[in-house]
C-alpha cells in the first residue's frame, strides 16, 4: 500500500512540473538566442568586443536596447522587420515615429553608454572603410509554421473582388503573369503597410502552391480599408556582389522573375525574413519598374545608413 502511495506521489509531482514548465518563460539559454548581445542592458560592453560584429549587426544591436524597452520602429524599416518577430518585442503604440520619449527615458546609463560606444565602434569602422565582413552575424530567427515574410498580417477585404497587382506602387510598375497578377479577395490576403496609396500584400496567386507579394492600388478596393501604418524604406543605393534571381514569391518557389548580375546597382528597401532573410529591392525590368526579393547576403552593404535603423 505505501509503495503505491508512493508511486501516485510520484505520478503527481511529475505532472504539477510538466505544468509548470509550461508556465514557464522560455529557458535563459533559448531566450538569450533571441538577443544580439543577450546582457546588453545589464553589463557595461567593451570596445574590443564589439568589433567581433559585423558593421550592419552592431546597428541592429543598439537598436535591441531600445527595442527592449518597446521603441516603435518605422513600419517596414529593417529594425521593424527584424524586432516585430521576436517574441520578447512589445512596441510602445503611444508612441509616434518623431517622439520616443517613452523609450529613452526607460533607458539607463548604463545601457546608454552601450548605445555609445556601439555607435563608437560603427563610426570608427567607417572611418576605416569597412564592413567587418567576417564578425558575427544575426541570429537565427525564431521558427514559424507559415513560411510568409514575417510582418505581414491577416487582412479582411470585402469578398467578390479582383484587383490588379503591380510589383511597385503604381500602374506604370512590372505586373507579374503576362501583366495579369490579380489578386482575389476571396482568398487569405496578407498586408504589410499603404504607400502613397498602395497597399503592399502577400496573396495566393492563381498558380498552385505560389504566393506573390505586390501592391494594390487603394481606391480600387471596395468596403473599408484596413488600419494599417505608412511605408518607410531605407532608399539607399547598393551593388549586387553575386549574380541572383529576384522573385516576388520568397514564401514558396522563390521562382526567378529577372535575374541580377554581378556589379548591378539596384535600390534597397529593406530587409524580411521567413525561414530565411530576404532583401527587398527595386531595380528595371524592360524600361518597366520592379520590386522583389534576393537572398540576403547577395548585396553590399552600404556603410552610410541611417544610425537609428528606422531609414
Known sequence: MKTQKTRTSLIALLLAAVMMIGLLPLSTAGADSLYIIPDSNTRALTYDELWDYKYDTLMYAFNEIYARHGYKFNTGSKCYMWFTQMPWYTPNEDETPKNHHSTYSKCSKLENDNVDLIKR???????????????????????????????????????????????????????????????????????????????????????????????????????????????????????????????????????????????????YLTTMYNSDGWDYVETTLDGQTIRGFVRNGTLSISLDDDDDGNG
Open 121 to 267: 565602434v560603427r563610426a570608427d569602422m567607417k572611418a576605416m572603410g569597412t564592413t567587418n565582413p567576417t564578425g558575427k552575424g544575426l541570429p537565427t530567427p525564431p521558427a514559424q509554421n507559415v513560411n510568409k515574410p514575417r510582418g505581414f498580417s491577416f487582412v479582411n477585404l470585402k469578398a467578390g473582388q479582383k484587383l490588379a497587382v503591380f510589383s511597385a506602387p503604381s500602374t506604370a510598375a512590372y505586373r507579374a503573369n503576362n501583366g495579369k497578377a490579380a489578386c482575389s479577395t476571396n482568398g487569405a490576403v496578407y498586408a504589410l503597410g499603404y504607400e502613397n496609396g498602395w497597399m503592399l500584400m502577400l496573396y495566393e496567386a492563381n498558380a498552385a502552391n505560389q504566393y506573390r507579394v505586390g501592391y494594390v492600388d487603394t481606391s480600387k478596393i471596395k468596403g473599408k480599408l484596413p488600419s494599417l501604418q505608412q511605408l518607410d524604406w531605407d532608399n539607399t543605393t547598393v551593388q549586387v556582389l553575386e549574380t541572383t534571381s529576384l522573385t516576388d514569391d520568397p514564401a514558396l518557389t522563390g521562382k526567378s522573375l529577372m535575374t541580377l548580375r554581378e556589379g548591378d546597382y539596384v535600390k
